[in-house]
């Protein structure tokens, strides 16, 4: 049996996924149809972890491969972390580092997503509205975090993990930071 846990950051435009247990031919189709519902709310940004993956089949391969298509269609990004080694030798030997995105923890991960959504939207001068609500009247700034003590670079407002501690706050338009 497969089990999906998620939670929304950066407004909602960013999916962390656990996923847990077998990713194969049995449970490739729903992990595919619970994918869908994030392209549907418009979510294309979405960082996989790994950790409890217990067995990835070929047609659970295939299903990440379908939702990466998609996602990229939509000029999304996708980041797999805490994987195996097995599951890093088996994208290297197939060439599929080359599709994906691995990182090896959600520090990283969200350092790497956190970049790859800056240089998207600066990229598409078209989005203008999301690009003028979330960085243009938005000066960054910096701040330490409650938890932790780590210095975190905020460049938007939004709702926020912290990459180390993964403590959530959330940054008001007027820059006010809420733990």
Known sequence: MLFINFKEIFEGKVAIVEVEGPLDSQTSP??????NQFLAK????????????????SEGIGSILYVQQKISEKNGYVIIFNHSSEINSLFKVIGFNQIFRLSKNKSEALQIMDRQIELRYKKEKNNSEFIKSNFLDFKPFII???????YLRIKSKGDFLCP???ASFT??????VLF
């Open 144 to 150: 330490k975090c409650l938890n932790c003590d780590s």
């Open 42 to 57: 418009k979510i294309f940004f979405i960082l996989f972890d790994f950790k409890k993956l217990t067995y990835l089949s």
């Open 30 to 35: 729903n992990f595919e149809d619970y994918l």
């Open 171 to 176: 940054v008001k338009p007027n820059q006010m």
């Open 164 to 166: 180390t501690c993964e």
